[in-house]
Nanobody, 119 residues
Framework: QVQLVESGGGLVQAGGSLRLSCAAP????????MGWFRQAPGKERVLVAA????????SYTDSVKGRFTMSRDNAKNTVYLQMNSLKPEDTAVYYC????????????WGQGTQVTVSS
């Protein structure tokens, strides 16, 4: 069973920063696209950032562009989501995911980490 292990969530005031981390097995990390989803209470899970296996391409949903940065450290088999200028509407459970078949149905998921932004 493949495990993606997330860390770094927590409570932060609006305007603050958090960095999420997600570690994956090497055989997954080296060839899969990695992404971060989030799910707010009562809402659908949505993709907020993604990165190619080679780090040559990143993409972001419009609401986080300019504030969030996704990166990967291939030596550590870890991806990061640096979240700056956080807003209360960023409050959600954040999930790491890995896919080689598109983002509509990722192959693997992390357990999720709570991010709460207070106003």
């Amino acid at each position: 069973q493949v495990q993606l292990v997330e860390s770094g969530g927590g409570l932060v005031q609006a305007g603050g920063s958090l960095r999420l981390s997600c570690a994956a097995p090497g055989r997954i990390f080296s060839t899969y696209f990695m992404g971060w989803f989030r799910q707010a209470p009562g809402k659908e899970r949505v993709l907020v950032a993604a990165i190619s296996w080679s780090s040559s391409s990143t993409s972001y949903t419009d609401s986080v562009k300019g504030r969030f940065t996704m990166s990967r450290d291939n030596a550590k088999n870890t991806v990061y989501l640096q979240m700056n200028s956080l807003k209360p509407e960023d409050t959600a459970v954040y999930y790491c995911a890995a896919t080689n078949q598109g983002w509509s149905k990722p192959n693997y998921w992390g357990q999720g980490t709570q991010v709460t932004v207070s106003s």
